[in-house]
Structure formats: C-alpha cells, structure tokens
C-alpha cells in the first residue's frame, strides 16, 4: 500500500490519471502558446510607434458668434492702449542642458515637434528622446505641451506631462536628458 491507498481496478486509475494530466499539459502549452505570441505583438507594436510618423492633431474650429455691435466709447489714449496690451508671447525654446548645446535656441511656431527625428523642428540629440517625442502648440493664446506617447516622458518643471500642459515663460521642458527653456 502506498500513499494512494489500496487500487480496485490497476489499469483504470492509471489512465484517467494519464487523460487528466495529457488534458492539462495540453491547456498549459495553449497558455505558454498564447503568452509567447502576446509577448511578441506588444516588441512589434513597440517598434511600430517609434518608427511611425507622428499623428498630428488637427484643430477643430467652431462657428464664430456673430458680433454684436456696441456703442461707441471715447477713444482711449495711447498710454491706455499700451497698459491694456496682453503680454508678448514667448518666441523661442532654448537649450539649458546638456553644456555642449547650451544657448541653443528654436524659434517656436503654431506647432512645432521636439525628438530625435529628422522631421522635428527641435532636433534633440539625445538617446534618452523618442524619433518624436513630444511638440508644443499654440492654443488659447498660451503654448501648450503634449507628450507624444514617448518612452521615457516629458516633463514640464520636473513634473511628467501625462496631458496638454500650460506653458509659460521660464517654464523647462525636459526631453531625455536634454533641457529646454521657453522664452
């Protein structure tokens, strides 16, 4: 008598034993199967995204309201017009680190893409970018950031971009290792 106990039929226990184990190795290679096959489409749709141009957004423009006529206020004079001006938009992202670039500086646009990429206005040398890694737009009258699915994120004052991110002037945009500052 062993640890099983006493056998009633030899030949019966050792093939359903047989079936039910043939039945679960059989489950498992599937398992092993499917795991393999998921591991390889997320390397190919990892090496899809970087080397994929970029998806630009483009914006959607509403209906202007029609204006309403007002009535006629006394001209202002020119030190108000001055005073009431909104502040000039920052014009250039310029590079603060690494020290080699340092003092390097990008004139903005309405959109502008910032990685590795030949196709980005902000060429980084950095093998810590993405082919693109992010870009910056104009929107609502302030620049805007956005990461653009990049591996090693964007960070904007040391804070990861995780959406579109209000810039200002002075504000650092990290990119990699490479530093950038808007001016």
Sequence with gaps: MGWRGARVDGGAADTLASTVSEQLLTVLKFCLLAL???????????????ISPPK??????????????????????????????????????IVVDPPEQRGRAYPLGPEISVGRG??????????????????????????????????????????????????????RLQVGNTVLELE
Excluded at 36 to 50: D, K, P
Excluded at 119 to 138: E, I, K, M, N
């Design 118 to 171: 030949s196709g980005c206005q902000v060429l980084v040398a950095d093998t810590y970018a993405s082919t693109v890694h992010a870009r910056v737009f104009l929107g609502d009258g302030h620049y805007v950031v956005e990461d653009l699915g990049s591996t090693n994120g964007t960070y904007l004052n040391k804070r990861k971009v995780d959406g579109p991110m209000t810039m200002n002037r002075g504000d």
């Design 36 to 50: 393999v096959y998921l591991f390889l489409f997320r390397v190919l749709r990892a090496v899809w995204a970087e």
């Design 56 to 93: 630009v957004a483009v914006p959607v423009r509403a209906k202007a309201p029609k204006p309403v006529k007002a009535p006629r206020a006394a001209k202002p004079s020119k030190a108000d017009r001055v005073a009431s001006r909104p502040p000039a938009l920052p014009s250039q992202l």
